[in-house]
């Protein structure tokens, strides 16, 4: 991989570029020179089906030098901004820089229009029907592809209307979550919790927690062997939400729920990243985003629709 990140390709693609530019430059300059001999009626003497006669009429010189321009253009353009292998071009252009600077010029206009909001809670922004409509833009725009349109995700991805929270359902909480992103992540505990058949009493117990249907046998023997799962989930399975482990009494699952799913995760863990937005969003924002999430699970949207 390091022979695609080294010196050599830049000058490969430098030099191969270089060497084009000066190639058509030297075709075309002998194409000029070049006289093809005529007959006295100026023609080639080529003739095709019969009477189709090539004429020997050399090229316009407007033609000519348009063929000269686009030469001097490439050479001009490749001065001034990149392509030149890793050179940067005299006035230093990039893509990046181009699409920071539209962003720069798309938030300074839009900040007229957060600065209502500036001095706002999160409940009174989530009441405000200007503000939880631009919430819902942002949400689309960048949470609907894992959470859905509608918020209540999908295997794997939080339902955001439940009031159900890994982390907590806090603006604060919610806050933090948007702006630096979350990991979580659940080892395989198979080795830990003892054998197969260990593991699926485990599974049934933690089937009991919340009620779903499960092998009382199976689950009063998968007891014991629920405190290899306890320094997350705690005692009694309620979760923990500075560690980002789920309630595992309230019946609700991320990843499914039932025997095999919950074995699968027993013995292959599972990790799970949201990643952060505070790259990509501002803090005027984020702060309107935090209040549209906030008020999915509370009162506040509802009073807004």
């Known amino acids: 991989m390091s022979d695609f990140t080294s010196d050599f390709w830049s000058f490969y693609v430098a030099g191969f570029t270089v060497v084009g530019i000066v190639a ?11 006289k093809v001999e005529s007959a006295a009626d100026n023609t080639t003497g080529h003739v095709w089906d019969e009477d189709l006669t090539e004429m020997n009429n050399p090229m316009p010189r407007w033609w000519m030098w348009l063929f000269v321009l686009t030469l001097l253009f490439a050479a001009g353009y490749l001065f001034a901004y990149p392509g030149l292998g890793s050179y940067q071009g005299k006035l230093g252009w990039t893509q990046l820089g181009e699409y920071r600077a539209e962003v720069s010029r798309a938030q300074e206009a839009e900040a007229p229009v957060y600065a209502r909001f500036a001095n706002m809670k999160t409940e009174e922004l989530a009441a405000d029907p200007a503000a939880m409509a631009i919430g819902d833009r942002l949400f689309m725009n960048n949470c609907a592809q894992c959470h859905g349109s509608d918020a209540r995700g999908s295997k794997g991805f939080p339902n955001l209307t439940d009031g159900d929270w890994l982390h907590g359902g806090t603006p604060e909480a919610i806050r933090q ?18 054998s197969a058949e260990d593991v699926r009493n485990l599974a049934h117990y933690v089937l009991s927690l919340s009620g779903s249907p499960h092998d009382s046998l199976r689950a009063s023997l998968g007891k014991s ?11 009694d399975g309620k979760g923990n939400t500075a560690l980002g482990a789920p309630n595992l009494t309230d019946d609700i699952w991320l990843h499914g729920w039932g025997e095999a799913a919950i074995v699968n995760i027993i013995n292959n863990g599972k990790t799970n990243e949201m990643p952060a937005q505070k790259d990509k969003l501002t803090d005027a924002q984020i702060q309107a985003l935090t209040a549209y999430v906030w008020g999915l699970s509370n009162n506040g949207a509802e009073a807004a629709r």
């Open 24 to 34: 058509c430059g030297l075709l075309l300059w002998l194409t000029s020179r070049k």
């Open 177 to 194: 979550s948007i702006t630096e992103g979350r990991v979580g992540v659940m080892p395989p505990q198979a080795a830990a919790v003892g």
């Open 225 to 235: 062997k629920f405190t290899a799962c306890a320094a997350c989930h705690g005692m």
